[in-house]
């Protein structure tokens, strides 16, 4: 019987997916899903000589869609009780799976774990700690419930019931960045019960060449109609409150050109955006910027 489906899409990134591999244990009760994106071929013919463990899949896409279809696929695949998703640079904690086996008989539908996170020279990294933060806020007092689930948009980092997806047909978005705010939001709304752990389950890994330290137009304006598409989401389930903030997207628009503020500027009119969230943040632009990019 299959308990766990780690689904894990990949591209080009053939020893760090090895190195996620590594930290999963081979067993009957886990499936593990590799979802390749369309890799270059010296990279299939990797993928393609390599001798994975029984319980690991390798499934290559004929597009390149995206982490958002490569991780469909996955789930379209999957046959376990519970979804986890990793990224092919990132890897799970030492004892990850001593800690998923305290949940499998669970009644929820989704758990939420702690995260850590490493820059590639092995240091202490950053991107952890908002979600940390929303774990512990829950676990302080159960009024933040609604904050861990509208605001831990990332798809890792927790375990989640695979009927609860196929009960109301939650997919990704297909698109190159922000494919995860949609299914997440969706996910939360959907949960009836959760629960949570400070115990760290998945470590991030902060690479300079990973697609969420990209800056180009492309992918910036991928991740501009993801906030506004989330927020509209939102909107629509009366869940206002945890909209994203687009102060960011407005500021930054301006290393585009003139054109492009203005569509912004436009799409925000046209979505009917807040754009007083997040505004105590200006004060601490800089920052931000940083963490955003």
């Given at each position: 019987?299959?308990?766990?489906?780690?689904?894990?899409?990949?591209?080009?990134?053939?020893?760090?997916?090895?190195?996620?591999?590594?930290?999963?244990?081979?067993?009957?009760?886990?499936?593990?899903?590799?979802?390749?994106?369309?890799?270059?071929?010296?990279?299939?013919?990797?993928?393609?000589?390599?001798?994975?463990?029984?319980?690991?899949?390798?499934?290559?896409?004929?597009?390149?869609?995206?982490?958002?279809?490569?991780?469909?696929?996955?789930?379209?695949?999957?046959?376990?009780?519970?979804?986890?998703?990793?990224?092919?640079?990132?890897y799970f904690s030492d004892n990850a799976f001593e800690l998923t086996q305290q949940f499998l008989a669970n009644k929820e539908d989704v758990i939420y774990f702690g995260v850590n996170s490493i820059t590639e020279l092995g240091n202490q990294s950053y991107r952890h700690l908002r979600y940390m933060k929303l774990v512990e806020d829950y676990l302080s007092d159960r009024k933040f419930e609604n904050e861990l689930k509208f605001h831990f948009l990332s798809p890792?980092?927790?375990?989640?019931?695979?009927?609860?997806?196929?009960?109301?047909?939650?997919?990704?978005?297909?698109?190159?960045?922000?494919?995860?705010?949609?299914?997440?939001?969706?996910?939360?709304?959907?949960?009836?019960?959760?629960?949570?752990?400070?115990?760290?389950?998945?470590?991030?890994?902060?690479?300079?060449?990973?697609?969420?330290?990209?800056?180009?137009?492309?992918?910036?304006?991928?991740?501009?109609?993801?906030?506004?598409?989330?927020?509209?989401?939102?909107?629509?389930?009366?869940?206002?409150?945890?909209?994203?903030?687009?102060?960011?997207?407005?500021?930054?628009?301006?290393?585009?050109?003139?054109?492009?503020?203005?569509?912004?500027?436009?799409?925000?009119?046209?979505?009917?955006?807040?754009?007083?969230?997040?505004?105590?943040?200006?004060?601490?632009?800089?920052?931000?910027?940083?963490?955003?990019?």
């Open positions: 019987m299959i308990n766990l489906s780690i689904i894990i899409p990949h591209r080009n990134s053939f020893n760090d997916l090895l190195r996620l591999l590594n930290t999963i244990p081979e067993t009957d009760t886990i499936e593990v899903i590799v979802v390749d994106d369309k890799s270059i071929s010296t990279t299939v013919k990797k993928l393609r000589n390599y001798r994975f463990r029984n319980n690991i899949t390798v499934i290559y896409s004929k597009s390149n869609g995206g982490a958002g279809e490569a991780r469909n696929i996955g789930i379209g695949h999957a046959s376990g009780d519970w979804v986890i998703f990793a990224d092919s640079d990132d890792w980092g927790k375990m989640i019931r695979r009927e609860l997806l196929e009960k109301y047909n939650i997919r990704f978005e297909e698109t190159i960045a922000g494919n995860d705010n949609l299914f997440s939001l969706k996910v939360a709304h959907n949960t009836r019960r959760l629960t949570a752990t400070y115990n760290v389950l998945y470590i991030i890994t902060e690479s300079k060449n990973s697609l969420s330290t990209t800056f180009s137009k492309d992918y910036f304006n991928s991740k501009f109609n993801a906030a506004l598409q989330a927020n509209q989401y939102l909107c629509s389930i009366n869940q206002n409150r945890y909209q994203q903030s687009i102060l960011y997207f407005l500021g930054r628009s301006y290393k585009f050109g003139l054109n492009y503020s203005i569509y912004v500027i436009k799409q925000l009119i046209k979505y009917r955006s807040n754009i007083f969230i997040g505004s105590k943040k200006i004060f601490n632009f800089q920052e931000v910027i940083k963490r955003r990019e």
